[in-house]
């Protein structure tokens, strides 16, 4: 692999990837938003490495994913996360039994939040915005999410549930208010996703570089390879695979700073950019399956539908607390929230949070203490927040120093 040459440029390309009309693919992956938002970009130059393929600039090569107009594919895809969580554990003692989910098993809200933790794989597919396909693979089962022009069906074979609802008006980046399951505004769904995302917040906090050459799916890609410049973010790297051809990111890695395994993992291992067959998106409830429609369920103004409201966006507008204020910028940006009431966790042994609750937080946080009095952090590989005994949280992709850092020059 040949040695990359590396000379800053402006961030004009993120501007061009936010004005693209990006096809809307149904692979959701409800975690790195956090990260993506925290990331700048200063595109630069660099010369590739195997397989062979011309040079190219980092901001020729966002330019080329800001281009791509694929909306027919088809393929495996992977995705696995490792945030340094027992997630897998938690959100089964959290989740809701089959039977008490509003919609039942198949009911997309409650099952694609098992991509948040593990390893899955996945079937995807896609002819445009009015007809996708995502298939959950398990050992002995299979989860599909299909929507098929005015349809969306979501089929559990494990239960034998299917979810029926209505595609919302303006299902191609329109208005969602209708009564199908929706992924989040914002969420990031495919790679191609993660890497508008990460590109989005264009700053000179970061360094851009094309870092060699790569075959995902059987396809040639060049590596765009994110680093932030600053010290503190738990954030090491991001790299995106991008298809060579047609400037689809194929391969999106999420990686800390502390070194280990990924924390976000996420591509194709295989892939056809044809048009899939019509049949692909056609859905008949098997014989004896209980079918629940989306109409039956109300207009999903409880407890579903007010998660469903909890629109990602800025953290002054989180409902129930009175603002966040941002410290900082780039990578090592936190977020300052005023808890209501102005109180932190309750104290051990106080009665006020159950014995397995309060040993599952007491098992993530360290005690801390500074110019701003005492307080919690609580630790993930990615994200760490600090709740401070009066009732204050600092969060961000940041260290624990830095939180502490932020606390006491915000007393």
């Known amino acids: 692999m040949a040695p990359n040459d590396s000379a800053e440029t402006t961030g004009e390309a993120a501007g061009t990837v936010g004005r693209r009309k990006a096809a809307r693919y149904i692979v ?40 791509s107009d694929e909306e027919q594919l088809s393929g495996t895809f992977k995705i696995s996360t490792d945030l340094g969580l027992p997630l897998d554990g938690l959100a089964g003692s959290l989740a809701p039994a089959a039977g008490e989910r509003d919609g039942g098993a198949a009911a997309p809200q409650d099952k694609l939040m ?53 595609a919302p008006e303006g299902r191609d980046g329109g208005d969602r208010t209708g009564k199908a399951p929706e992924i989040p505004e914002g969420a990031p769904a495919t790679p191609k996703d993660f890497a508008e995302q990460a590109l989005a917040a264009a700053g000179d906090t970061t360094s851009v570089t094309v870092g060699g050459t790569a075959r995902v799916a059987g396809r040639d890609a060049y590596q765009l390879v994110i680093k932030p410049k600053q010290s503190g973010s738990t954030i090491g790297s991001v790299r995106i695979a991008v298809d060579a051809e047609n400037g689809v990111p194929l391969k999106f890695t999420l990686s800390a700073a502390s070194g280990g395994k ?150």
């Open 262 to 411: 990924a924390v976000v993992d996420a591509g194709f291992t295989k892939v056809d950019f044809s048009k899939p067959a019509a049949s692909t998106f056609a859905f008949t409830p098997p014989k004896g399956a209980k079918v629940t429609e989306a109409d039956e369920l109300g207009t999903g103004e409880g407890e579903h539908g007010a998660a469903q409201k909890a629109l990602p966006g800025p953290l002054a507008e989180l409902d129930g607390f009175e603002g966040a204020n941002v410290i900082g910028e780039g990578w090592t940006s936190i977020a300052e929230i005023k808890v209501p009431g102005g109180t932190g966790l309750p104290a051990a042994g106080s009665g006020d949070i159950p014995a397995e609750a309060q040993g599952f937080l007491d098992a993530l946080g360290d005690k801390v203490t500074g110019k701003f009095g005492s307080g919690t952090v609580f630790k993930t590989r990615l994200v760490n927040a600090l709740l401070t005994d009066d009732g204050s949280v600092y969060v961000g992709a940041v260290t624990k120093d830095a939180l502490v850092r932020a606390a006491d020059a915000a007393e």
């Open 28 to 67: 959701p992956v409800a975690v790195a938003g956090v990260a993506a938002a925290t990331i700048g970009l200063v595109p630069a130059l660099a010369s590739t490495g195997d397989p062979d393929l011309p040079k190219i600039s980092a901001q020729e090569l966002i330019e080329r994913i800001a281009a």
């Open 114 to 166: 098992e991509l948040t933790s593990g390893t899955h794989t996945l079937r995807v597919a896609a002819d445009g915005p009015e007809r996708q396909k995502l298939s959950i693979l398990g050992e002995a089962s299979e989860y599909s999410v299909i929507h098929n022009q005015g349809e969306v069906w979501a089929y559990d074979s494990t239960s034998d549930e299917v979810y029926h609802a209505e």
